[in-house]
Structure formats: C-alpha cells, structure tokens
C-alpha cells in the first residue's frame, strides 16, 4: 500500500512550474564526460526524514507521519523502512545514510537492542535488495542516550568507552552487511563544557585509541568501506574535539591514524566553525582527504546547527567546483542532512525539501561545470602565482634557496610590484556561469 500520494519525480526542465519535478537535476544528462547521477551520489538521511517529528526546545512535534499510528515499536519500525523504500525510489534517490538507533528500538540491554536491530536489518536488507537501493553510510548514535552524558571515547567512565566500543562494533558490522560504502564517526558528545573538570590530554587519547581499535576490527571482519570522520566546532557540547578539517587532521597525524580515515564535510558544521562551506572542502581536498558531504546549510542570523535544507546556489556552485576538482566523491556522496522547518510538517513537503536540495546541487554541478571549462579563474590563479615559475619564485619551490640568498637578491632592490588581486572580477565570473544555466 502507497504510503505518499506523490507520483514518481521526473525532470521537467527550467521552465517548468510542476512543484513535484526537478528543474535541473537530470540524470541521464552528461555533464564532464559523466551522467549527473554519478557526479551527485545523492543520500536520503533516515533520522530526520523518518524520525524527525518537528519537536524544539519551546514545543512538541508537529509532525503526525502515517507510521505513527503502529504502537508495537518493531512494526513501526518496519513502516518506516517501508516508507524509505518508497521515498528513495520516487524521488529517483539511490542511497540513504543512518544511525544504528534510528531504525530500530533500544532494549534493556545492549545484547536486546541487537537483537531487535537484528531483526530490523533483516528487514532492511530484503527490502534494499528488492529496490536497488544503497547503504552510502552507517554510523552509531552515541549522544542521545544519557549514558553518554559525558561524552563516549572521551567519557571520564570507562564503561561507557566500553559501551561505546561494543555498540559501534555492531555497527560497523550492520554497515558491512548491508554493502555500507562507508562508515561515519561524528564526535557526538566527544567535547567539553569545562576544563576545570576535564583531563583533555586522556579524552584525547582515548579518542585515539577509540578509533585504532575500530580500525583493526573493520580490517578483522573485512569491512572494506572508507572510514570517515566529520567535523564540528560545537553543539551538543561547547567545544566539540573534532573541531574542523584542519583539527582533525591534526589530530589524526599525531596518532598516525591519517592512512585510515577520510573527512566527511557538513555545510553547516563548517559555517559554525567560522568557514565557508568550500573552504572546508579546499582544506580537505588538498590534503587528501575529501571524501564525502553531508548538504545542508545555516542561517546566517542564526548561530546553530539548523541543518536546512541547501538551496544557497552560489554555495553549491563553490562546493561543486571543489568536488569536480576533488575526482568526484566516490565511494562517497551527497547525504541531505537536513530537516525540514517546524511548521513545514505536511508529508508533500518531505518531497519538496529533497527536490530543493537535488535541484541546487544539480545547478551548482552545471555552473561549477562551466566554470572548470572555461577556465578563467584556472588561468587567474596561475598567472597570479606565476612569479613562482621562473628567477627565484623557481628556486624557492625547488628548495634551493636560503635566508642568506633571498636577502642578497632583494636587498638592494627600490620598488616591489603587486597586481589586483580582482576579487570583484571573479565574482562576477562566478555570477554569469550561474546566471547562464537559470
Ligand atoms: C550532527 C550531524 C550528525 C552526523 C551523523 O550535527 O551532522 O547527524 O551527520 O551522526
Ligand atoms: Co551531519
């Protein structure tokens, strides 16, 4: 039985005015020598499309959803699988991302909340099979639980490190049986809200320590998906360890855990964090380790995670443009983490979120597309770095130049040339790719 009164989304052009097609994104059509649909690995995200019932800090939920109706929390959460399978294949989405707590309910004890987990991807898997669709990620919710009060790998408890230890072993082994492409280590609770009480060097070793034993066992029981880990500056806790893309490399080179890990970046996470979205994304690419996005953006009055839906052109126009310079994401994607507001609590406008945000990211591809092949700001950049390419510039980046050299060839020298850096020029460039695919 049909549980959303939503025909299939089709791609209806630009011009078109149906609220339930795309105006962009279509898939079949070759963009850099690639279809869309493999440049935008698209992932739905189970906790807020499935879970997420409107409830803030001031109210309860607003959001009455067909599966509410089932008591019995195993049957529940069936419908929801139900109503994912269903979502992902009319919205033409492939893969969806989630937490173990997210699809089935807790026990009274971890070996009980297994078992119904287990029954729950027995479930799951029959139902992806039948329907094409793919894990991009699993990961472990250890931040809703009060056990976790403290945080978990960082926990001053020991049995909660062991718990945390246990429940993310689980699953690490639900994402390996399901064909996981990857394996999400969000920070939680791994943070602090005081130092008075916090011994920040041991927490940080723990976390260490926390992720080389999750390493060994993914290479034990073969797991083969990427391990990825995402930054975020704060929220829940005041500061959050895995702070951006430069602390957790940082991190991750002093622990010799680098090879093991690449970085999943989240729009808002990096707004939080003071970044733009592609600066992130630049840092992370740079150094090797981009691997995958979690789309969503902020308000810019706003200084909270309010994981909004992206429909910021101009963001995902950048952020393209890093992704394409990137290779693509693969094994990674595009995972909306992203809820719809409050008040938008009609089932229709679950749809037209996800539309929003294929639509954007569909738009950003073409322009960052456009921009890559004209190859303006390519020869921009390179002209201005370009006194690197001859004299001394040369000698510098071959190492062969010193203190003492570079002080004999510029000491005497009376005027020192700059050019405009022409900030205003890219950005109209940037400007027109947009304007020219609207
Ligand atoms: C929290 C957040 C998480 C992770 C997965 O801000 O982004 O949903 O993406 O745990
Ligand atoms: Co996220």
């Not at 929801?80 to 173990?100: P, Q, S, W």
């Not at 995670?305 to 101009?314: E, I, K, N, R, S």
């Not at 071959?398 to 000491?411: D, S």
């Amino acid at each position: 039985m049909e549980i959303f009164n939503v025909k299939k989304i089709e791609y209806s052009g630009k011009d078109s005015r149906d609220l339930l097609s795309f105006k962009y994104y279509n898939p079949e059509e070759i963009i850099l020598g690639k279809k869309m649909s493999e440049h935008l690995r698209f992932s739905v995200a189970f906790w807020h499309t499935f879970n997420a019932d409107g409830t803030d800090m001031f109210g309860v939920g607003t959001m009455l959803r067909p599966w509410d109706k089932y008591t019995d929390p195993i049957d529940k959460a069936k419908k929801k699988i139900d109503a994912l399978i269903e979502f992902t294949e009319k919205l033409g989405v492939e893969y969806f991302c989630f937490h173990d707590r997210d699809i089935a309910p807790e026990g009274r004890t971890l070996r009980e909340t297994n078992r119904n987990l287990d029954i729950i991807v027995d479930y799951l898997k029959q139902r992806m099979k039948e329907s094409n669709l793919k894990l991009l990620w699993g990961t472990a919710n250890l931040f809703a639980n009060p056990r976790f009060v403290h945080g978990a790998a960082t926990s001053c408890n020991a049995d909660v490190f062991a718990y945390a230890a246990a429940q993310v072993k689980k699953a690490i082994e639900i994402t390996k049986e399901l064909g996981g492409e990857n394996y999400v280590f969000w920070g939680g609770r791994e943070g602090y809200e005081t130092l008075l009480n916090t011994d920040m060097e041991l927490e940080l070793d723990n976390l260490a320590r926390f992720l080389s034993m999750a390493v060994d066992y993914a290479e034990k029981i073969g797991f083969k998906g990427q391990f990825l880990i995402e930054p975020k500056p704060m929220e829940p806790t005041k500061h959050q360890y895995d702070f951006d893309s430069a602390h957790v490399l940082a991190f991750l080179r002093k622990y010799g855990l680098e090879r093991h890990f690449k970085l999943n970046i989240e729009a808002n996470h990096a707004t939080l964090a003071g970044h733009t979205f592609n600066h992130e994304l630049r840092y992370a690419r740079i150094n090797g380790v981009l691997g995958s996005i979690d789309a969503n953006q902020g308000d810019l009055f706003l200084g909270w995670d309010t994981d909004q839906f992206p429909t910021d052109m101009y963001s995902t126009t950048l952020a393209m443009y890093e992704i394409l310079k990137n290779g693509g994401l693969t094994p990674g994607g595009i995972n909306f983490d992203a809820k719809v507001r409050r008040a938008s609590f009609e089932l229709e406008d679950l749809f037209i979120a996800h539309i929003a945000g294929i639509d954007t990211f569909a738009l950003g591809l073409k322009a960052a597309a456009k921009l890559i092949e004209e190859g303006i700001i390519d020869k921009f950049v390179e002209e201005r770095y370009s006194s690197y390419k001859e004299g001394i510039g040369k000698k510098i980046l071959e190492g062969k130049a010193n203190f003492e050299e570079l002080e004999e060839y510029i000491i005497d020298k009376e005027e020192i040339t700059n050019k405009s850096g022409k900030q205003e020029y890219l950005e109209t460039i940037v400007n027109q790719a947009i304007i020219s695919i609207l």
